[in-house]
């Protein structure tokens, strides 16, 4: 199984454990999210810097998909101490054994341009990125597909904080898609809005190190994280007064008396 998909199990299930290996292991309590960060394909320097400022696992970005399989040759040269994934437009079933060969722990696609024949693959991790367009009925298709987790891609191209109206977008699809839920946090997004994307049921963000201080930012999420509440309220859970029952149980009404005929 995918490392990946069984951190978000164990995240789900209340029993999290940290990911990977050696130094990775001993970062102490798991927190309530997974952190994925999102490398250029062949960087092995902030690789390195995301595995040792506490990253779950590394994700692979390939930009143009012309470029993919020449990208991918150079995954077979990156080496870190927790897990790892791509993402691609588009991948073929035998680039995703090709990947598999390679240790790759999961992969992130986009639905329009992947063969289905992809889904069937069942030793890697396979995470759909979805556009907030999507209407309601395709994103209820996906809780019948083999898939592990969604990917919720920004909701419009300004990284300012969340709006109501783009938690609105994300509850519906996530409330449709029923899988695990990643979220995308491009450099720009506040770290305050982890908050607000875990309450949604989100248990996992990729952060973008394509930053000015990319051991800084990761800090800053990693710290946000640890501050999340311990349950998540249910929405539209409401809060009321429950008054105690009366011992001597309910008194019976007398019958009303009738007025005597008159003769």
């Known amino acids: ?4 998909l ?6 789900s ?6 990911l990977g290996f050696g130094a990775a292991v001993a970062r102490g309590k798991s927190l309530p999210m997974v952190i994925v960060a999102s490398v250029p394909v062949g960087d092995a320097k902030l690789a390195a810097i995301a595995a040792k400022a506490g990253a779950d696992a590394v994700l692979m970005t390939i930009e143009h998909q012309e470029k993919s399989d020449k990208a991918l040759a150079k995954l077979s040269s990156a080496k870190t101490d927790i897990p790892w994934g791509v993402s691609l437009n588009a991948v073929t079933k035998e680039q995703v054994e090709q990947l598999i060969g390679m240790d790759c722990d999961f992969v992130i696609f986009a639905p329009d341009k992947t063969p289905a024949a992809v889904l069937g693959e069942e030793k890697i991790g ?7 367009s999507l209407n309601d009925s395709l994103a209820k ?17 300004d990284e300012s904080p969340l709006t109501v109206y783009q938690l609105m977008v994300y509850e519906r699809l996530a409330a449709g898609a029923g899988k695990h839920l990643l979220a995308a946090m491009p450099p ?3 770290i305050d809005d ?11 963000v990729v952060v973008d190190l394509a930053v000015k201080d990319p051991e800084q ?5 990693k710290e946000a994280i640890q501050k999340l509440p311990t349950t998540r309220k249910k929405p539209g859970e409401k809060i009321s007064a429950l008054l105690p029952l009366s011992r001597e149980g309910p008194v019976a009404t007398p019958p009303e008396e009738e007025d005597d005929e008159e003769i």
């Open 141 to 157: 298709a996906i809780n019948r597909l083999s898939i592990d987790a969604v990917l919720l891609g920004p909701v419009s191209e």
């Open 188 to 190: 720009g997004l506040p």
């Open 194 to 204: 982890i908050e607000s994307l875990w309450g949604l049921g989100v248990r996992g």
């Open 217 to 221: 930012r990761l800090s800053q999420v």
């Open 126 to 132: 396979k995470v759909l990125r979805i556009d907030p």
């Open 13 to 18: 299930e209340g029993r999290a454990q940290p």
């Open 6 to 11: 069984d951190k978000l199990e164990q995240i």
């Open 1 to 4: 199984m995918s490392k990946l």
